[in-house]
C-alpha cells in the first residue's frame, strides 16, 4: 500500500480529485495518510478532516526563519514515512533538503504544458493569464517529478486542453482543472502505486 501526503496550500480540488479517485477505484493500492498545508484557512484542511485523514497546517509564519520552517517540515514529513509526496497547489518552495531526502518521491501538478509557463512566478492564476496573453490554441497541465529547480523534474504526464475563444483566465483554469489536473493527478499516482514508475 502507497503511503501518500498531500502538500497544499489552498482550496485543495486537486486533493478532492486524488480522494474521489481512491474512493471510486480509480487509485488501488494507495492512500493518503496526511495533508499538510502551510495556510491555516486552507480548505484542503477541511477536505482532510472530513476524510478521516490527518490534517496538519504549518505556517513560515510561525517559525523565526525559513530554515527552522523547513527544518519543522522535513521532520514532520518523516513522521509519516511515506512512499510518496504530492504537491497539490503547495506554494511554498520545498526545502532542497526534502528533495535530496525524497528523490523520485516528490510529484507537483503544474497547470500548463511544461516548458510553457513554468518556473518563478507561474502559478494558480497567473498561468492561465500568461496563457490567454500569449493568445495559445493548446493549453493543458503536468504532473512531474521534483527537483531542485522550479518545474523542471521529469515529466510524468501531461494532458492537453483546448482554449476556446473569449476564455477569461478563470474559464481556462476550470477547464484545466476539470479536462486534465483531475485526471492526470490520479493517473499519475496509480502508475507510482503499481510500481510502473
Not at 525524497?102 to 501538478?109: A, F, T, W
Not at 498561468?127 to 523534474?153: I, N, P, Q, W, Y
Amino acid at each position: 500500500m502507497l503511503k501518500v501526503g498531500v502538500m497544499v496550500s489552498g482550496g485543495g480540488t486537486n486533493l478532492q480529485a486524488i480522494l474521489d479517485a481512491i474512493d471510486n477505484g480509480t487509485i488501488t493500492n494507495a492512500r493518503v495518510e496526511v495533508v499538510i498545508s502551510n495556510n491555516p484557512g486552507a480548505y484542503a484542511l477541511e477536505r482532510a478532516r472530513n476524510h478521516g485523514i490527518e490534517a496538519v497546517c504549518l505556517s513560515p509564519k510561525s517559525f523565526p526563519d525559513r530554515d527552522a520552517f523547513n527544518e519543522a517540515l522535513l521532520d514532520k514529513v518523516d513522521e509519516y514515512d511515506l512512499d510518496l509526496i504530492v504537491l497539490a497547489g503547495f506554494l511554498v518552495t520545498v526545502p532542497v533538503a526534502m528533495i535530496q531526502k525524497y528523490r523520485n518521491k516528490i510529484i507537483n501538478i503544474h497547470p500548463s504544458l511544461i516548458p510553457s509557463f513554468c518556473g518563478v512566478g507561474y502559478y494558480g492564476i497567473k498561468v492561465h493569464e500568461a496563457a490567454l496573453k500569449r493568445g495559445v490554441k493548446l493549453t493543458g497541465a503536468t504532473v512531474h517529478f521534483v527537483d531542485e529547480g522550479m518545474d523542471s523534474g521529469p515529466i510524468i504526464l501531461q494532458k492537453a486542453v483546448q482554449v476556446l475563444p473569449g476564455d477569461s483566465p478563470k474559464e481556462l483554469q476550470q477547464r484545466v482543472m476539470e479536462e486534465a489536473e483531475w485526471k492526470i493527478l490520479p493517473q499519475a499516482i496509480q502508475m507510482i502505486a503499481d510500481g510502473k514508475l
